[in-house]
């Protein structure tokens, strides 16, 4: 039995369902009591999430059709949010993928740098067939 402050949800990789994540990580939100700048938190867990998906939707699966499932749990002590995302999709190397070059633009790679600016922790693990990605951010 899963605890009762968990959104669990399995979604098809398409773009069109990013709006619906946020969604959702904001209605896990809703159920925090007031904090101090917890508008803040959520925009930025909210693109870090997006970003991760927007990233299995293209990388992972490219133009194969795919799914992923969510988890969105508020854990109390300490206080945080965590999203645990799994897929099926193309896995790769978290470690190889170099940062982005702030001194030259550039036109796309910002994604999980971003990420990782926002959370505490950006985790990622492969095996065959199986991938999944652990976000989380105290409050």
Sequence with gaps: ?????????????????????????????????P??????????????????????IQHAYGHENGCFNIEIELKSNPRAIEINIYD???????DAIPAPNLDEPQSHGYGLFIAKQLLDTLEYHSAPGANHWRLYKQF
């Excluded at 949800?9 to 209605?27: D, G, M, P, S, V």
């Excluded at 508008?39 to 870090?48: E, R, W």
């Excluded at 099926?88 to 978290?94: A, C, K, N, R």
Aim: proline content about 5%.
């Design 1 to 33: 039995m899963r605890p009762p402050d968990t959104i669990q949800i399995q979604l098809a990789a398409k773009y069109e369902n990013l709006a619906l994540i946020r969604t959702l990580i904001a209605a896990a939100l809703e159920k925090v009591e």
């Design 88 to 94: 099926t999709g193309q896995s790769f190397d978290l």
């Design 35 to 56: 904090a101090p700048d917890l508008n803040d938190l959520g925009y930025n867990v909210q693109l870090a999430t997006h970003e991760v998906c927007l990233n299995i």
